[in-house]
Antibody
Framework: EVQLVESGGGLVQPGGSLRLSCAAS????????MTWVRQAPGKGLEWVSH????????FYADSVKGRFTISRDNDKDSLYLQMNSLRDEDTAVYYC?????????????WGQGTMVTVSS | DIQMTQSPSTLSASIGDKVTITCRAS??????LAWYQQKPGNAPKLLIY???SLESGVPSRFSGSASGTEFTLTISSLQPDDFATYYC?????????FGQGTKVDLK
């Protein structure tokens, strides 16, 4: 079964750090671009970051640039998001999603999400 | 950057109704537009890709179309399982943008 499972969310104070993980299974992880998408409580979806299959190409939304770092370990079939200098507005459910950029050109597989709460 | 305007934000409909949701882009781009369905507490689910192609396993009552910078998701006959929030999403040269979402609820 194709699956993405996020972990690492929790409560953190403003200015703090958190590292999210996403474990992939059921597909060739190293062949796919991966992304993080977040959703603040009661709000819409926001693309956060993207990393190419090899890790050579990385992009960030302006809202997180300079504070968040995306990475991957293809040997461990895992995606990561290091979040530093967290702000109240970073509170959201964070989803990892597979970007299929050849056939469907869309986010075709999503994890269940992990909640990050930034609050003092 | 291309901006997406999705409308309406809320849509009240009855079982069996035909439902139409629209996303308009601020400028033209390749038709790499997708539609997702999200139910409360769940992750989004891909419904339509490349503006009009139905994802495997998605009921045929869902369809997508494009005309210039306007993209439309249509549910031909609304079913109880369709009450959810729908998002459009465009891709254009390393930029991924979601629409604001449309919540479909029971009239």
């Amino acid at each position: 079964e194709v699956q993405l499972v996020e972990s690492g969310g929790g409560l953190v104070q403003p200015g703090g750090s958190l590292r999210l993980s996403c474990a992939a299974s059921g597909f060739s992880f190293s062949s796919y671009t991966m992304t993080w998408v977040r959703q603040a409580p009661g709000k819409g979806l926001e693309w956060v970051s993207h990393i190419s299959s090899s890790g050579a190409a990385i992009f960030y939304a302006d809202s997180v640039k300079g504070r968040f770092t995306i990475s991957r370990d293809n040997d461990k079939d895992s995606l990561y998001l290091q979040m530093n200098s967290l702000r109240d507005e970073d509170t959201a459910v964070y989803y990892c999603a597979r970007w299929e950029g050849v056939v469907v050109v869309a986010f075709d597989i999503w994890g269940q999400g992990t909640m990050v709460t930034v609050s003092s | 950057d291309i901006q997406m305007t999705q409308s309406p934000s809320t849509l009240s409909a009855s079982i069996g109704d035909k439902v139409t949701i629209t996303c308009r882009a601020s400028q033209s781009f390749s038709s790499w537009l997708a539609w997702y369905q999200q139910k409360p507490g769940n992750a989004p689910k891909l419904l339509i890709y490349r503006a009009s192609s139905l994802e495997s396993g998605v009921p045929s009552r869902f369809s997508g179309s494009a005309s210039g910078t306007e993209f439309t998701l249509t549910i031909s006959s609304l079913q109880p399982d369709d009450f959810a929030t729908y998002y459009c999403q465009l891709y254009n040269t390393n930029t991924w943008t979601f629409g604001q979402g449309t919540k479909v609820d029971l009239k």
